[in-house]
């Protein structure tokens, strides 16, 4: 083998390495949750590491997707239940502007706190599929323990979840 062909074969390993080391790395159960800061729909700055010391459910959805808003009054139920457990639920809007998440809040009464990511930058931080409804549970140390594909069916489903952490 000449010299170039064992030159060009060590600097694309070299590059291939140096890809790899830089890229960052996904949030996998037993992590600690990879923080991220977003707005309200209001325009204030909301960061998951405000929430730390608190168990924390991040729900990631949109107005247009049926079963995101079908689990809304079971996410509400959780949230009236568990907040004197300091629970914290950030429902994290992936396509909606804030005039219509505005609307949705006010014609259901949601009362947790909702983020807008149109850019649906959260999710990739965290690899996730592009479904929605995903949610994920973080513990008090803010280490994910958990992540649920698709909708819960009532409250009893996301109890049980938040009772094993």
Known sequence: ????????????????????????????????????????PGGQEAS??????????????????????????????VYNEWTSR???????????????IKDFVAATGVTFDILLDPQGSVPQQYCLQPVIPITLFIDREGIL??????????PEEINSILEGL
């Not at 300091?86 to 219509?100: G, K, Q």
Request: hydrophobic share 45%; glycine share 6%.
């Open 145 to 154: 323990r958990k992540s649920q594909i698709g909708a819960f069916r009532g």
């Open 86 to 100: 300091e629970l914290a639920i950030l429902a994290v809007n992936v396509s909606d502007s804030s005039a219509t």
């Open 48 to 77: 998951l590491s405000d929430y730390k010391g608190k168990l924390v459910m991040v729900n990631f959805w949109s107005t247009r997707c049926g079963p995101c808003v079908m689990e809304m009054p079971h996410l509400q139920d």
């Open 1 to 40: 083998m000449k010299w170039k062909t064992v030159v060009l074969i060590l600097g694309i390993l070299s590059i291939a390495l140096l890809a790899a080391s830089c890229a960052p790395a996904c949030p996998e159960i037993g992590d600690e949750a990879a923080d991220f800061t977003l707005k309200t």
